[in-house]
């Protein structure tokens, strides 16, 4: 038996087959890559059928490595990008772009929902705080600048639900992505009366959530791919607790970090627990399944503050070279203190209009400085979501990293381990959210819970590097205060 997952993310759709073991099946792995729309006012936008025909390529490429091993795929699952908004027309056609979760010009509205709902009593509801990535600000602010396309729109959804309706002709959603949306009731399971009525919208213009599978695929797709036709297709989960699951990461033992386009760190939790405990200010709490939530903080900053670097620093061509400068730099030896903003903040302050900053910058400030300064600025946001996080976490709980910025950078990886102050495992799995999506649908056919990765590298944090960064944290929470303001928190 295989099944096969989709792993959807705002820069690249991978598509891969596992075995009933949790293994990939080699020459199954594919990629097809794009990048959002950005604009100076903060956009950060996809367009949905454009992704659509990258999830559809993928697929392809996939089932071609199967070859005549395509008739085993018993299942198809999918972890896709949270906290996606898209409006849609009577008859399914999209009125906006995908709106991702790095758009900030809802930020206003967010400011004006933070001024007349009592935040803490909707952080406790809904697991979100009032900020651009979630619905509520992105709804007001629609409403506000396109009040012709809210009029319009008959249905809000995001990507996923707008992907499996593409491909099987049904709209529906999973708890785990309606819980990513900042319009649920975390402790009952269901869409948040309160936040409706703010919003101006109405549980009828929302998915149905069920997690129970589609099959049938509409025509064309089904011409297309004879050997999915007819199997369930489950729908997707959110791709932080798919990179949970995938990382081995199910329960408090294990704290998960990830560090990909952004960064994030998280632990998975039953429900009976989230029921009991108030989610801690800055982090978060959204689903897994009908049975356990994830509780933990994002940043709206990771491997993009590379990119960034890269599209406009003068740097060494190559990223082997590039970390060899790098490493030549003692910590904090730089003299600038940085707050990686590029895409506003999420945790653990939550100021979505907050903009990156260098401070300390002189004549002998170099590219590959400044690279590293971005890195231990990440490291050091980290370390903030960390000490709220690590409380919720048994003690003497190990913390698996995994995403590509950390597998393919032995340097970034050691400077988040130093600013952490404890050690850390490279996850030995590369594609943990597509690996935790294929889990999740062995587990929906009753297969039997895969045997434990193996053992990845283990990072072990220097202690003086460890107190060096304590003062970098310190320098940047001042400059934080000064050019931010104080957490709303």
């Known amino acids: 038996m295989l099944v096969m997952s989709l792993d959807v993310g705002t820069s690249s ?29 903060g956009a950060a936008e996809l367009d949905a059928d454009l992704l659509v025909d990258a999830v559809a390529r993928a697929i392809d490429a996939s089932l071609e490595g199967c ?94 639900e707008y992907l499996y309706a593409r491909l099987t002709g049904q709209l529906r ?141 003068a740097l060494p061509a190559s990223d082997e070279e590039l970390g060899r400068a790098v490493a030549q730099i003692p910590p904090d030896a730089h003299g600038v203190t940085a707050l990686p903003f590029l895409a506003g903040e999420r945790s653990v302050g939550w100021h979505a209009e907050a903009r990156a900053a260098f401070a300390g910058l002189s004549l002998d400030t170099t590219a590959p400085g400044i690279v590293r300064a971005l890195m231990e600025a990440v490291a050091c946001r980290l370390a903030l979501v960390y000490e709220r996080l690590a409380p919720l976490a048994e003690a003497g709980h190990t913390i698996i990293a995994s995403g590509g910025a950390l597998a393919h950078n032995e340097v970034w990886a050691a400077i988040v381990a130093d600013a952490l102050g404890v050690p850390m495992t490279l996850s030995s799995e590369p594609e943990a959210s597509a690996r935790g999506a294929a889990l999740l649908t062995l587990r929906a056919l009753g297969a039997s819970r895969p045997p434990p990765l193996p053992p990845g590298r283990a990072v072990t944090p220097n202690p003086r590097h460890h107190e060096v960064y304590r003062g970098a944290m310190e320098r940047q929470q001042l400059l934080y205060d000064k050019l931010v303001g104080a957490h709303l928190s």
């Open 173 to 313: 959603t999973s708890i785990s992505m309606a819980s990513g949306t900042g319009l649920m009731d975390q402790v009952e399971g269901r869409w948040d009366r309160t936040m409706l009525d703010v919003c101006q919208v109405t549980q009828g213009q929302l998915p149905i959530v069920d997690d129970e599978p589609m099959r049938g695929l509409v025509p064309a797709f089904a011409a297309r791919w004879p050997a999915l036709a007819s199997i369930p297709w489950y729908p997707a989960h959110g791709d932080g607790a798919c990179s949970n699951l995938g990382s081995d990461c199910f329960g408090r033992d294990r704290i998960a970090l990830n560090v990909g386009t952004s960064a994030a760190m998280r632990i998975v939790e039953p429900i009976e627990s989230s029921r009991a405990m108030m989610t801690p200010a800055g982090l978060w709490r959204y689903r897994v399944d009908d049975g356990r939530s994830l509780v933990g903080g994002a940043t709206s900053e990771g491997g993009n503050v590379l990119a960034w670097s890269r599209q406009v620093l």
């Open 67 to 160: 070859g005549r091993r395509a008739e085993a795929i018993a299942a198809v699952g999918a972890s896709v990008f949270w906290h996606s908004l898209l409006a849609l027309d009577r008859t399914g056609v999209p009125l906006t772009r995908v709106v991702t979760w790095a758009d900030t010009r809802s930020a206003p509205a967010a400011f004006d929902l933070r001024a007349a709902l009592d935040v803490r009593a909707v952080h406790a509801r809904t697991g979100a705080p009032l900020h651009s990535t979630f619905f509520p600000a992105k709804l007001r602010w629609l409403r506000q600048t396109r009040p012709d396309v809210f009029t319009r729109t008959h249905t809000w959804c995001g990507f996923p």
């Open 13 to 41: 759709t991978r598509a891969r087959c596992f075995d009933a073991s949790g293994t990939g099946v080699p020459g199954t792995d594919t990629q097809v890559k794009y990048a959002p729309i950005t604009t100076p006012d």
